[in-house]
Each structure stands twice: as C-alpha cells, then as structure tokens.
C-alpha cells in the first residue's frame, strides 16, 4: 500500500502564499497519478491539482492559475504553490494517490488518501 503524509498547512492573510507538501511512502512504483483535493465544510471535496507518472499535469477550474502542483520524484513528495490566497480557499486540503489509470483530478479515482492539512485564509 502507499502511504501520505501533507503537510505546510497554517493560516493566512487574503493575498498570501503557501506550499504544501505530500511525502509518499510504501509502494510508490505502483502509483499511476498522485494530485491535491480540497474540501471545505458542506462542500463536495474537490481536485485542484494532479500529475501523472509522466509528467502531465491537470489543474481544477477553480485553481484559475493560481495553484502549481509539482514533484520531486527522488524525494517521493508532491508540492502544490499556492499564491494569492483567499478566503474561499479555505479547506482541508488532501493528497492523494491511484495505481490505476483513471482520471485522477476526480475524487473518485483516488484509492489513497492521506490525513488533510488544514489551511486557512483570513480577509
């Protein structure tokens, strides 16, 4: 199985920035697409940002240019920049993984999640 870890969480100013992270362990070879979800309460949890085991990327229509998901493969860890921040922005944000070829910015894809990281943007 593999295992994820987020983290880079905190609060923010509106207009602020963040990284966060995402450190896979366990089976990584066998993962096709890791990407980063949000959910804010009452709301459906939502992709914003996924990469493929080649490279491609994916972003969410709510990112609008303002999220940048990246990956060191070395290190086994997913990044997602965040600029301009807002308060609508506000959300757990969770990674997480697929070892099967789907369309992995969809939640529905995903089969590991990790625990969340809570980021929260204050006007």
């Known amino acids: 199985q593999v295992q994820l870890v987020e983290s880079g969480g905190g609060s923010v100013q509106a207009g602020g920035s963040l990284r966060l992270s995402c450190a896979a362990s366990?089976?990584?070879?066998?993962?096709?697409?890791t990407g980063w979800f949000r959910q804010a309460p009452g709301k459906e949890r939502e992709g914003v940002a996924a990469i493929t085991r080649d490279g491609t990327t994916m972003y969410g229509d709510s990112v609008k240019g303002r999220f940048t998901a990246s990956k060191d493969n070395a290190k086994n860890t997913l990044y997602l920049q965040i600029s301009s921040l807002q308060p609508e922005d506000t959300a757990m944000y969770y990674c997480?993984?697929?070892?099967?070829?789907?369309?992995?910015?969809?939640?529905?894809?995903?089969?590991?999640w990790g625990q969340g990281t809570q980021v929260t943007v204050s006007s």
């Open positions: 366990g089976v990584t070879a066998s993962v096709y697409c």
């Open positions: 997480g993984a697929t070892d099967w070829y789907s369309n992995c910015i969809h939640r529905t894809a995903v089969r590991f």
